[in-house]
């Protein structure tokens, strides 16, 4: 399997994927309208024989009154369902890490599964009193550091992408 960044001839195949991943188009038309909207970005696929079986998702994000603070959401992650439970989920969160933290990015939020997230160092938000603009249990929310304390002191709510609310 090859992991590499997100071409635009990826566009057809990474849709086909988040659709089929989730129970509707909502994700796949997110990435399209962060695609155009939201700078920077990292956007990488797994590749199997030629194949995409994987997406992941890096947008930026803003902490209320911190708004110099370079934080990333992630969002969406996406395996085609017959890939699913193979590992290729994992390795797209690990790389998609490394490249956030070579564009310099500080931290990383998710809202995501709170059995899945955790071991890759993610913590739910609260434990940095930061929350997330949409109503959400507290355990779904969950930042990591890519810097050591680099949250530290740091307090508000994240705000996501506009195109976020509109791509619904």
Wanted: glycine content about 8%.
């Amino acid at each position: 399997m090859l992991i590499r960044p997100e071409e635009e001839r990826d566009w057809p195949a990474v849709y086909a994927v988040l659709a089929a991943a989730f129970e509707t188009p909502f994700e796949a038309s997110l990435v399209n309208a962060l695609r155009e909207q939201a700078r920077p970005v990292i956007s990488l696929v797994a590749q199997r024989n030629q194949t995409i079986v994987g997406h992941i998702f890096f947008s930026p994000v803003s902490l209320t009154g911190h708004l110099d603070l370079q934080i990333v959401g992630m969002a969406p992650v996406a395996v085609a369902p017959s890939q699913q439970r193979q590992g290729i989920g994992s390795s797209l969160v690990r790389a998609g890490l490394e490249s956030c933290k070579h564009l310099g990015v500080r931290a990383v939020v998710v809202l995501g599964h709170s059995k899945y997230y955790p071991r890759f160092g993610f913590v739910p938000s609260s434990r940095f009193a930061i929350g997330c603009e949409y109503d959400v249990p507290d355990e779904v929310f969950m930042v990591m550091e890519l810097q050591f304390s680099y949250l530290r002191g740091q307090s508000g709510i994240i705000k996501y992408h506009p195109a976020f609310g509109a791509a619904a």
